[in-house]
């Protein structure tokens, strides 16, 4: 059975930090490109991060530039997300998603397996 889980989400006050985990079972990341989403209410899922299968490359929506990191474990068959610097706007839920291209779009319909997402919210 395939699964994705998300971790690592919560509450925090802006300027503060998170590390998302995805652990996946069941299957195995090598050869995928990893990306996180995020979809707040009301609004679109959109991409926030993708790094390539061997880790070489990675890709990020220019609002997190410089604030979040990407990275993976192929070992541990487990991508993180790091988050620095929270702002309200990044609220949301999170989720990690595969895709068997080695893409660095946030096209979703690129990505063939998703978790059920970790919710972060970030308030004063």
């Known amino acids: 059975q395939v699964q994705f889980v998300e971790s690592g989400g919560g509450s925090v006050q802006p300027g503060g930090s998170l590390r998302l985990s995805c652990a996946v079972s069941?299957?195995?990341?090598?050869?995928?490109?990893i990306g996180w989403f995020r979809q707040a209410p009301g609004t679109k899922r959109e991409g926030v991060a993708c790094?390539?299968?061997?880790?070489?490359?990675?890709n990020y929506v220019d609002s997190v530039l410089g604030r979040f990191t990407i990275s993976r474990d192929n070992a541990k068959n487990t991508v993180y997300l790091q988050m620095n610097d929270l702002k309200p706007e990044d609220t949301g839920v999170y989720y990690c998603?595969?895709?068997?291209?080695?893409?660095?779009?946030?096209?979703?319909?690129?990505?063939?397996?998703w978790g059920q997402g970790t919710q972060v919210t970030v308030s004063s």
């Open positions: 790094i390539s299968s061997s880790g070489s490359a990675s």
């Open positions: 998603a595969a895709s068997p291209v080695n893409t660095m779009r946030f096209v979703i319909d690129l990505y063939h397996y």
């Open positions: 069941g299957f195995s990341v090598d050869g995928y490109s």
